[in-house]
């Protein structure tokens, strides 16, 4: 087994326990078969996601995780960074991560919502979400 201390060492020891205990949770409930819980967690593991992405790119982590107002608008932000060629992983923290996010958050938080407006036929099954 890994140790937890030993990944992401770098990270300030509570967002880095954040980080972890939202996907192990994420993969406990998706074992399970509990989708609802699964989805809460995967907006919790963006918020912490984004919130070490941010840190990194601004040179401070926060001591918590948080989720930005708008993640979409908060991870176009990102991208918007001065590249620092001495960053590791900088075009990967600045730009492909940052457009994942926003679909992961929609697809924790906002699939549910979708499906039971869908279930009530206030939307139709051909408009865009």
């Not at 074992?31 to 912490?48: D, I, M, Q, T, V």
């Not at 401070?60 to 001065?82: V, W």
Request: proline share 10%; charged share 25%.
């Amino acid at each position: 087994m890994i140790n937890p201390s030993h990944v992401l060492p770098a990270l300030p020891k509570a967002l880095r326990e954040e980080l972890l205990k939202s996907y192990q949770q994420i993969m406990s409930n998706y074992l399970e078969r509990r989708w609802e819980p699964s989805e809460l967690n995967g907006g919790k593991f963006c918020e912490a996601t984004y919130s070490i992405i941010s840190g990194a790119i601004k040179g401070s982590f926060p001591a918590k995780a948080s989720k930005p107002g708008d993640m979409l608008s908060a991870s176009r932000a990102l991208e918007k960074e001065t590249p620092d060629p001495n960053r590791v992983g900088d075009r990967s923290l600045r730009i492909l991560i940052p457009r994942v996010l926003p679909v992961c958050a929609v697809l924790s938080s906002g699939v549910r919502n979708y499906d039971d407006a869908f279930s009530r036929r206030i939307v139709s099954p051909y408009s865009p979400p």
